[in-house]
């Protein structure tokens, strides 16, 4: 939650830094703020609301200096207001920092900066850490990079900081716990970044920093990175991106959440190119190959992971366990993290996460880790912290994900524990050939399954014209698409602000059939495959009680056209398959709601893509 930016070097740093925060809104958009320096004056300026409020704030200021720090805000402490805003300066106006975390002790801190005379403007903890760093540079006489390093010692919490010192006007001094930090390396320039995308467009060198680990970046020098605790020096491993500009642009469409939808015949297919080889009839998947003895004998695979992510985990235990016969269980990682759960080395553990940075999943590996489990991380973000603390993976390749719901995000993620699962499958033998054959054909065919079911959007935009004004919705699904109706209420949660409810169908008549009216939108998955004549009936409840029925149903299906009141097709596909094809038309359905009632799609309120605190 929250992105930073920062520049030093030869060219002017507002542009970039402003450009830098508009790629980053995703990950906050409360509150912007930027802070630069030409060598003499600091000129900084916040502001409550988004970076475009910024970029027409910023006008008011000298926008002169080749350093500068900007921030766009999530908020944690202090409601989205401009003081609260960051950067925070300290209380000599020497010191400006930014800061991506929690600072979890700032209270104790700030009472005993008080002491020492110190005030506070704001309400936040950031503004306390920069004011300790100052007191550190004070009594014990160090420069800036010491007195970071004194200060985070004394904190407890997560942080990605950038930090400057007006009198040390060719350094910048960052540092990471918990939180993402990228160093993008260019000729006799920096770039900070809470994710390469600032910077993509200058040089594909990047360095991320590990947790615990600082850099005093100052020009003309090479990065010197050092451990916080220990100040043991430690190496820069620069690494090259392969990540473009065209991927983190909207291409044409009017929101990134559509032209994810969109990406995702060509996600699919990237996320099994390479792996998938149908006419040899193998899957090659380095992080399972190597560690397939784990997976063929462990006890049970625990899956962890958060929202959407967490969907694609609970399609996950439907393949694993109808596929390879491995038992399975899906847990939240917030909760899972919290509740002494029994590990042992004898359970995988996989981690699903599209940012690779969600807290809550990171220390339920972190857990699982210290209890000898095999961590096995699902991730898309390349580098990135859950990805590094897995002792194995396997990337998504969705490519950028920018819109805060996730999409291609969660189809990927179903291909790549659809490979493992059919992996493991022919490894224990549950398969024989020709059946491990059929499943590798038919998912080869999914992204021109994708492509056609992507084509149902004009059907979808006139059944969200009828629905647009609803309150309440309910999905239903069962099998391998009861997850898909968690995702497609979440997807319309999050977006369009109506209340909405995924159920198992047979769940229905527990409880929320007590809901359903003649006002009662219900959107049912009732695929060929799949317990369909159940679903039948669960429709024929639903229209007794004279709801309205939205189906989204197998291509040619007759009798529930005679039931709902809107049918929306599919193609045919295999059963275990269905979710990656069902999930099309409720994302595309989501996202024309949204655009109706002029929400804003990319950027729903009061979320964030990249959830870096608990
Ligand atoms: O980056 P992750 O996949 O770990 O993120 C998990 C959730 O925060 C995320 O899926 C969230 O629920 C999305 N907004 C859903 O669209």
Redesign the pocket.
């Known amino acids: 939650m929250c992105g930073i930016v920062g520049y030093i070097g030869h060219r002017d740093a507002f542009p970039i830094v402003i450009k830098g925060l508009e790629r980053l809104e995703y990950r906050g958009y409360d509150s912007a703020g930027i802070a630069l320096f030409d060598g003499n004056d600091i000129s900084l300026s916040k502001t409550k609301g988004k970076v475009e409020d910024l970029r027409s704030k910023a006008k008011e200021i000298s926008q002169a200096g080749s350093l500068g720090i900007g921030h766009t805000r999530w908020a944690t402490h202090g409601v989205p207001n401009d003081v609260n805003s960051h950067p925070h300066y300290s209380n000599s106006g020497d010191l400006v920092i930014i800061h991506n975390g929690i600072i979890e002790n700032y209270e104790s801190i700030k009472q005993a900066l008080k002491d020492r005379g110190y005030t506070f403007q704001s309400d936040t903890d950031t503004e306390v850490l920069v004011n300790l760093i100052e007191e550190v540079q004070k009594t014990e006489d160090v420069k800036l990079g010491k007195a970071v390093q004194i200060a985070l010692n004394q904190v407890v919490g997560a942080y990605a900081i950038a930090v400057f010192d007006k009198k040390k006007p060719d350094e910048i001094v960052v540092a990471k716990l918990g939180s993402p930090l990228a160093i993008g390396v260019g000729e006799n320039e920096f770039f900070i970044a809470s994710d390469a995308s600032p910077f993509i467009e200058f040089t594909n060198n990047a360095v991320y920093l590990e947790d615990e680990e600082m850099a005093i970046i100052r020009l003309g020098k090479e990065i010197k990175l050092r451990k916080i605790k220990n100040d043991a020096i430690a190496y820069p491993n620069i690494l090259e991106l392969q990540m473009n500009l065209e991927e983190i642009e909207k291409g044409g469409y009017d929101h990134f959440m559509l032209k994810e939808i969109y990406e995702q015949p060509r996600a699919i297919m990237d996320t099994y190119r390479g792996r998938l080889l149908a006419d040899q009839g193998i899957i090659r998947m380095a992080g399972i190959d190597q560690n397939i003895e784990k997976f063929v004998n462990a006890n049970r695979i625990i899956i962890v992971?958060?929202?959407?992510?967490?969907?694609a985990g609970l399609v996950a235990e439907y393949i694993f366990e109808d596929l390879a016969r491995i038992p399975v269980e899906v847990e939240y990682a917030s909760e899972f993290r919290y509740r002494n759960p029994v590990i042992t080395d004898k359970d995988v553990l996989i981690a699903?996460?599209?940012?690779?940075?969600?807290a809550d999943?990171l220390a339920a590996i972190k857990l699982a880790k210290e209890k000898g489990a095999f961590v096995f991380g699902v991730c898309?973000?390349v580098g990135s912290s859950?990805a590094r603390e897995s002792d194995a993976g396997a990337y998504t390749h969705a490519g950028p994900e920018i819109g805060?719901?996730?999409?291609k995000?969660?189809t990927t993620?179903i291909t790549v524990l659809t490979l493992i699962a059919l992996k493991l499958a022919k490894e224990k033998g549950e398969f024989s050939q020709s059946k491990f054959h059929e499943y590798l054909s038919e998912l080869e065919t999914i992204p021109a399954k994708v492509e056609k079911s992507l084509l149902s959007n004009d059907l979808v935009e006139t059944v969200a014209e009828v629905y647009k004004d609803s309150t309440n919705c309910l999905y239903l699904g069962r099998g391998y698409n009861f997850p898909v109706a968690l995702e497609g209420a979440?997807?319309l949660k999050?977006i369009s602000y109506i209340h909405a409810e995924g159920y198992p169908a047979a769940e229905m008549k527990h409880g929320p059939i007590a809901l359903i009216d003649e006002q009662m939108p219900v959107f049912v998955i009732a695929t060929k495959k799949g317990h369909y004549e159940k679903v039948v009936s669960n429709i024929q409840e639903i229209k007794s009680r004279k709801g309205k029925i939205i189906a989204i149903v197998t291509e040619g299906d007759e009798q529930v056209k005679e039931l709902a009141d809107h049918v929306i097709e599919i193609p045919e596909t295999l059963e275990s398959l269905t979710p990656l094809l069902t999930t099309i038309p409720l994302q595309l359905l989501s996202y024309h709601i949204a655009v109706m009632r002029n929400c804003n799609v990319d950027q729903?309120r009061n979320?964030a893509?990249?959830?870096t605190v608990e």
């Open positions: 992971a958060c929202g959407t992510s967490w969907h699903i996460s599209q940012s690779g940075e969600t999943t898309n973000v859950i805060v719901a996730s999409t995000a969660f993620q979440l997807k999050e729903p979320l893509k990249s959830v």
